[in-house]
């Protein structure tokens, strides 16, 4: 690997969280340049990193690790970076130099695995969708997540959501999901989620302290909100842990798929910000499973897939939906952010 493909992929992360709302973590991401110099154990595995930095989300990986020694307490250094207070380039570099030489040993597992970023926000998104296919496939669902990392969106039933003036959810839910609203509303309408469930590799345990924690220290730290959303789903989690098993995302769809159908019901698989991480055969068969499915649907049983994903050609996080009976072609109802803070929707 050329250290300047590693270089290319902080400076882009760095610019992409300053163009997203995380000017500061922009900052404290740029300053892991000055650590490809090879003088600690992190820089060198930077530097010499074998896969590809910018799809390994590399960059976000050793921001957690950062971000983790200011929520635990263990150093407080870049408390004034993420509060906006300390802004030179320079300092921050020299800074965060400095704390990768005194953390060394501690920072370099935070490179072992991908950033696991399971954002409360996008369940804006599917909510949406289910409000939309509601009065066309009927009110009631049986929810499937795949890649569900903590089941912060495995819990969509118990938050409480505005949706550009439409309202749905427990009204005293302590999860307020209210995203900047583009476009018409969704219309009101019943729906009734008579069971949910996901499914990841490396599922984590929100209502563990630590990992609720790790979970956290993904989260960009100027981003207020979003830390709130992780701590109203970790309480939601605690009182009530969400189903996640820990499988393969096309072994887990095959059999969700297989699996008897109450009548009157419509039977979703879901996901957000997770199709581009499977890999291509677990894609294919995800797909193929979806399609003899789709072909079992009929009026009692029904099938919808809610997706959304990122468009690869164009970046925008596109909120599409497929349906069964019906042809199953993708119907584009919206762009989102990311994170979820607003929603263009496009639906009817």
Not at 101 to 110: I, K, S, T, V, Y
Not at 132 to 158: C, H, K, Q, Y
């Amino acid at each position: 690997m050329e250290i300047g493909e590693v270089a290319r992929a902080i400076a882009w992360q760095a610019d992409h969280a300053a163009n997203n709302g995380a000017p500061c973590t922009g900052r404290a991401i740029r300053a892991q340049l000055g650590l490809l110099d090879g003088k600690t154990a992190v820089g060198q595995r930077l530097a010499n990193w074998p896969g590809k930095p910018l799809e390994d989300a590399l960059p976000l990986r050793l921001a957690g690790g950062f971000h983790h020694l200011l929520l635990s307490g263990a150093d407080r250094r870049l408390e004034p970076v993420y509060r906006g207070e300390l802004t030179e380039q320079a300092a921050i570099d020299a800074l965060v130099m400095a704390m990768t030489r005194d953390h060394d040993a501690a920072l370099l597992p935070w490179l072992d695995g991908p950033p696991q970023t399971n954002e409360a926000g996008r369940s804006a998104s599917i909510m949406a969708a289910l409000l939309w296919l509601a009065p066309r496939l009927g009110a009631r669902f049986d929810m499937n997540e795949l890649g569900a990392s903590a089941g912060v969106n495995t819990m969509i039933e118990r938050y409480r959501y505005d949706l550009g003036g439409t309202t749905v959810g427990p009204e005293d839910s302590p999860m307020r999901i209210v995203p900047e609203w583009r476009g018409q509303a969704p219309k009101a309408s019943r729906v009734e989620i008579i069971g949910i469930q996901g499914c990841d590799r490396a599922p984590v345990n929100l209502a563990d302290p630590a990992a609720a924690l790790r979970l956290k220290s993904y989260v960009w730290a100027e981003v207020t909100e979003r830390l709130a959303r992780i701590d109203a789903a970790a309480a939601l989690a605690r009182a009530k842990p969400p189903l996640v098993d820990g499988c393969d995302a096309a072994d887990w769809a095959e059999m969700r798929l297989c699996l008897p159908q109450e009548a009157d019901t419509t039977r979703v698989l879901y996901h957000s910000i997770v199709w581009q991480y499977l890999p291509a055969p677990t894609r294919a068969r995800i797909e193929a499973a979806m399609a003899e499915a789709g072909a079992r649907a009929d009026a009692q049983r029904r099938l919808a897939w809610i997706m959304l994903e990122t468009n690869r050609a164009t970046f925008r996080h596109e909120l599409t939906v497929r349906h069964w009976p019906g042809d199953g072609e993708p119907i584009l109802l919206g762009t989102a952010h990311a994170h979820g803070a607003w929603v263009e929707w496009l639906g009817d």
